[in-house]
């Protein structure tokens, strides 16, 4: 079993910076993808940002250019840098890491970490 224990959500004004970080442990194998999504009251969960072992990274249209997500592999750790926050950023955001052994894939996901950006 993999844990994903996430930190550095909070209060923030419109404008502002904040940073999530995200530490897998457990029995990790070698974990592929990691990522961010996020979650309203009522809404589905969408993705926010992902990246591979390999460093490709993949962001949803409305961060671009806000957001930037890293991580680094030898501690099984991704960030979200999270810059010119907006009110509409508001949400829970859940850490998300895909691991493959013998050919099947597996999902972990964080507890949440409420960002919340006042106008």
């Known amino acids: 079993q993999v844990q994903l224990v996430e930190s550095g959500g909070g209060l923030v004004q419109a404008g502002k910076s904040l940073r999530l970080s995200c530490a897998a442990s457990?029995?990790?194998?070698?974990?592929?993808?990691m990522g961010w999504y996020r979650q309203a009251p009522g809404k589905q969960r969408e993705l926010v940002a992902a990246i591979t072992s390999g460093g490709a990274t993949n962001y949803a249209d409305s961060v671009k250019g806000r957001f930037t997500i890293s991580r680094v592999n030898a501690k099984n750790t991704v960030y979200l840098q999270m810059n010119s926050l907006k009110p509409e950023d508001t949400e829970v955001y859940y850490c998300n890491a895909v691991e493959i052994r013998r050919g099947v894939k597996f999902t972990y996901w964080g507890q949440g970490t409420q960002v919340t950006v006042s106008s």
């Open positions: 457990g029995n990790i194998f070698s974990i592929n993808d």
